[in-house]
């Protein structure tokens, strides 16, 4: 992330590049919203805390709930002291002003990462397809409207996965129990694997042709940039969430041995 941001804010050739994309934004829809992007509040962060909260303690593993409201509080923390700290310098006469990183792809990556860690395993593969589709539109529509720039949804996605790999370091055991519970079957997991990978390499593959398009000829075609940093803004969120969904399909707790329980009285 810190290379990200060192390369595409801190020099000329990284916000001209960006700010290409930018000039494909229309006028009637820059710095616009919609339904989805409005939904990322402060009282729906909250709200989202206490129902993870309550799902955790539900399933009598409130440590991991906690865990889970700290990975979506400290993320959306993180992502507004960068803002004020990470401030863009003018150095390529940008039209927009500092935004690094999104703090709507951060909460929205950062929500899906929570309710995961305190979801059954054999309800994560639809959760993680919504969450992730749902990711992919935020981090788009913030880029057509011209509130976001490639590198802010990169930053985000670091912040994200930054949260949440401490908390699953060192914080409470999120898959215990017995296997049925935490694996479930594993035809839906397979199947959720090669879509996320599918559709990253796809949006890549099309991001990359969008650019050089975009670029052919020494003439920049500011439609086809800003097609092209959407895709690569969609690819940096699916690829963040394929990583943590294979690294997740890794933690298998020893099996329950119900024989050796000892009876109660």
């Known amino acids: 992330m810190p290379l990200v941001y060192a390369a595409a ?12 994309a930018l000039g494909g934004v229309r006028e009637s829809d820059l710095f616009s919203s919609d339904t989805a992007l409005n939904v990322i509040s402060v009282p729906v962060i909250l709200l989202l805390v206490v129902v993870i909260a309550a799902v955790a303690f539900a399933r009598r593993r409130l440590a991991v709930g906690l865990g889970a409201g700290v990975v979506v ?17 003018e150095i390529a006469q940008s039209t927009t002003p500092n935004s690094f990183p999104s703090g709507h792809a951060t909460i929205a990556l950062a929500a899906l990462f929570a309710v995961l860690m305190v979801t059954p395993r054999r309800f994560r593969p639809i959760v993680t397809l919504i969450g992730a589709a749902y990711a992919v539109f935020v981090a788009n529509q913030t880029v057509v409207y011209g509130w976001h720039r490639v590198s802010d949804i990169v930053g985000a996605c670091g912040i994200a ?4 790999g401490l908390v699953r370091a060192v914080g409470p055991r999120v898959d215990r129990g017995e296997r049925g519970d935490r694996d479930g079957r594993r035809g839906p997991r397979h199947v959720v694997s090669g879509v996320l990978l599918v559709a990253t390499g796809v949006t890549f593959l099309v991001g990359v042709a969008a650019l050089v398009y975009g670029v052919a000829g ?29 690294a997740d399909g890794m933690h298998h707790a020893a099996r329950t041995d119900t024989e050796a329980i000892p009876a109660a009285g």
């Open 9 to 20: 804010v801190l020099t000329p050739v990284g916000q001209r590049v960006e700010d290409a």
């Open 161 to 164: 996965l930054c949260w949440l």
């Open 73 to 89: 509080l400290a993320s959306a923390a993180t992502s507004t002291l960068l803002k004020r700290i990470a401030e863009r310098p």
């Open 218 to 246: 020494g003439q920049h075609d500011h439609a086809a940039i800003l097609v092209a940093g959407r895709m690569a803004s969609s690819a940096s969120v699916l690829a963040v969430v394929t990583i943590v969904w294979i």
